[in-house]
Each structure stands twice: as C-alpha cells, then as structure tokens.
Nanobody
Framework: QVQLVESGGGLVQPGGSLRLSCAAS????????MGWYRQAQGKQRELIAT???????TYADSVKGRFTISRDNAKNTVSLQMNSLKPEDTAVYYC???????????????WGKGTLVTVAS
C-alpha cells in the first residue's frame, strides 16, 4: 500500500503562483511514476503532469510553460510549481503514484485525497 498526502493548495489571484507538494509513504517501488491530475467542478479529471523516477516529465498542453513538476526521490516527494495561474486552473489537484517496477504490482495506482486550488480576484 502507498499513502499520498498533498499540501499547498489555497486561494491565489490570477497571475500568481502556488507550489503543491505530495509526500508518498508505505511500500514504495524503486521504479515509479508520480504525477498530478486535476478536476474542476463539473469536468472530467485531467492529467496535467507526470515525472518518472528517472526524471522524465510530461505536461498537458494547458499547463506547458507555466507549471513545473519535480521530485525528490530521497524524500519520496513530488512537487508542482504553478506560475501565471489563471481562473481556469481552479480545481482540486490530486497526486498520483503508479508502480512501474516490473513485477506483480506493476501498474498499480494510488491517489491522494486532493487539495483545492482556487484562482480568483
């Protein structure tokens, strides 16, 4: 089992910045991918960024150039630096951990409970 705890959400004005963090604990695999999804009210959950344990990253077009994902493998944490925030970035942001280590647990996903980000004047 893997537990994920997000932090760093809150209210920010348009154009502002926020940094989200997610701490993973439990039975962690050496090879994994961590990422961030978000879900705005009335919309489907959207994958916005991922980072592998080797440091490879992907971003949704909607956040490219504004958001940066990073991780600290020693501390089992992943962060999302969000700059130039827009009202349409308002959503609950969820941390995701996927086991990508070949073996019986390959492909297992774990989710955090989410943290609310509100971008408004």
């Amino acid at each position: 089992q893997v537990q994920l705890v997000e932090s760093g959400g809150g209210l920010v004005q348009p154009g502002g910045s926020l940094r989200l963090s997610c701490a993973a604990s439990g039975t962690l695999s050496r090879i994994n991918t961590m990422g961030w999804y978000r879900q705005a009210q009335g919309k489907q959950r959207e994958l916005i960024a991922t980072i592998t344990s080797g440091g490879s990253t992907t971003y949704a077009d909607s956040v490219k150039g504004r958001f940066t994902i990073s991780r600290d493998n020693a501390k089992n944490t992943v962060s999302l630096q969000m700059n130039s925030l827009k009202p349409e970035d308002t959503a609950v942001y969820y941390c995701l951990y996927t086991n990508t280590d070949p073996g019986p647990a390959y492909g297992m996903d774990y989710w955090g409970k989410g943290t609310l980000v509100t971008v408004a004047s």
